[in-house]
């Protein structure tokens, strides 16, 4: 009798874990979103995980401030339920595009909205894509914001599944702030509180860990720094004995060669998430930056 009691209650803590647990019928036909470039996309995948099914829009090594909108693009999202797009100045055709869909179920999603902007100091680059720097899911705390506003939006989408949405964004939001944990423990002591990028990228990420970026080219890496600067900021990192330079696998790295071959130093890759690389979802990639940066300041 008593081995029986256990049993059956056993069998009602399944259930009630069981009830516990979003519904997950809806992930055998998972909405279909639209991202305008990977690290949008990757933020999806990380709160929507098997309910929804996500395209990209800007094809890999594409500029996403430079994207011109083709006839499947407009039938993609004809077709979707949700368009995600940074802002910050970063995709200034978003509301064009969703317009042009004609699609009344879409719902245009600004990951960005709520987040506090670092401020672009470049006049050229201010006149051309306004004075907001767009790189916001490069800081753990800005992926958090973005991710946290996705989440919400899809639950708005497919209310059906809003529980597991959230869900979601909580196991992910918790392993962001594990990794933040983990790195603001480990720059707390490096030798140096600033390292050297080919595209001046990683303000937010620097505003997390109160570092400092020193960059060849600017926000929207455009144009080509004048002989001058490279030659007054190789000076600089031979006296503070800076040994990497990073660059980009999307952009030329041509620029920060030349700075690292001036300054005595090695050119390192980073990722800046504006393509698929390397098979690495967000987490991954952000780890490898936080690594690598850690490391270029211990040198």
Known sequence: MQRRKFVEMGAVCALALTAALPARAEAERPILVAASFDAMAELVKAVGGSLVRVETLIPPGAEPHDFTPTVKTTQLLRAASVLVVNGFGMEPWAKKIAAAAENPRLMLVTASEGAVPVKNSDPDEIAEHGADDPHLWLSLSGAEIEARNIAEALAKADPKNAEAYRMQFTLFKGKLHVLKTQYSARFRNVKRRFFVTGHAAFAYLCRDFNLE?????????EGEPTPKRLAELAIELKKAGVRTVFAEKLLSPAV??????????????????ESAEDGKNYLERMRSNLEKIESALDE
């Open 213 to 221: 970026q020193k960059s060849v080219e600017g926000v929207f890496a």
């Open 256 to 273: 920060s060669k030349t700075l690292a071959q001036e300054a005595g130093a090695r050119v390192e890759t980073i990722y800046t998430m």
